[in-house]
């Protein structure tokens, strides 16, 4: 004759260990999959193109000028390219311009400065002027 019986106090602790370690590797699985997608999406950069302005443009904030050419990428393959204009020689701030990757990626020919503000000849033939009240003052 078969007499039904509780399940033991085992067998009901097994189970919720099994359930805390489906529960601890989708967790894992969360972390991993955000670290991973930090790497992979993080950007890098470097300067490309560096210059200042020459002492003879004097601009009505006294200071001196640089112009960067900042290239970004990812290691999943993302580029872009900004270009900064201001007063700190570092590039940490001033006037940004977002340039086409495909213009910016063959360089710079030259950067002209003036007192109404800086022209940027690329090596395909574009150019981009920045009128000087977009970068002066700390912009």
């Known amino acids: 004759m078969f007499v039904a019986t509780r399940p033991s106090h085992t067998v009901r602790s ?30 890098r950069a470097e300067v490309t193109y560096r210059d200042s302005a020459p002492a ?21 393959g993302r580029h872009s390219y900004k270009m900064l204009i201001g007063r700190d020689p570092g590039l940490s ?5 977002d340039i086409d990757a495909a213009v910016a990626a063959k360089g710079i020919t030259s950067v002209t400065w003036t007192e109404s503000g800086v022209r940027v000849h690329f090596t395909t033939g574009h150019e981009a002027f920045v009128p000087a009240r977009f970068f002066l003052h700390g912009r």
């Open 56 to 76: 003879a443009v004097a601009y009505e904030d006294g200071s001196p000028h640089f112009l960067g050419l900042v290239h970004r990428h990812t290691l999943s």
């Open 93 to 97: 701030y001033g006037h940004w311009v």
């Open 14 to 43: 097994r189970r919720a260990g099994a359930v805390t370690r489906v529960l601890l590797g989708g967790v894992a699985g969360v972390v991993l999959s955000a670290v991973f997608l930090t790497v992979v999406w993080w950007p």
